[in-house]
């Protein structure tokens, strides 16, 4: 069964190196080794595990590709934005950010995207792990 499965996010990078930077110096990662295929990989706080894979060409994706679990997304959104990180904001249905943070029930959420465009979040809530 999967359920005791190791997860790994991979993630396009088309600038390796800016990437790895952002990963590792803006959002704190820890840089783990290089992968066979050229890519990176980082280890995250709870074991879990992102891989950066070098791409010519940006993914266009219009979802939230990996999202960050917290206790404090309010603390974490100013940490963020004191190292140059630029949060989005939405105005749709159903979903309505203010000063960047959407509150849905009892969770909260805020999403900024990483150099190559990749849509990340940090939420708050819900009842999973932080």
């Known amino acids: ?14 600038d390796l190196e800016r990437a790895r930077r952002f990963y590792s110096q803006t ?17 995250a706080g709870d074991g879990t595990d ?18 960050f679990e917290v206790s404090d997304v309010e603390g974490e959104l100013r940490d963020l934005e004191g190292r140059g990180v630029k949060f989005e904001d939405y105005d749709l249905p159903g979903l309505k ?12 959420a805020a999403w ?13 809530g819900g009842g999973r792990r932080a």
Not at 1 to 14: G, Y
Not at 36 to 43: K, L, P, S, T
């Open 1 to 14: 069964m999967l359920n005791n499965a190791h997860l790994t996010t991979i993630l396009p990078a088309v």
């Open 27 to 43: 959002l704190g990662l820890k840089e783990e080794r290089k992968t066979a295929e050229g890519g990176v990989r980082f280890r």
């Open 50 to 67: 992102l891989e950066l894979v070098p791409r010519g060409q940006p993914s266009k994706s219009e979802y939230t590709a990996l999202t």
């Open 97 to 108: 950010t203010e000063r960047h943070i959407a509150i849905m029930g009892s969770e909260k």
């Open 112 to 124: 900024f995207k990483d150099p190559d465009g990749n849509i990340l979040c940090i939420h708050q």
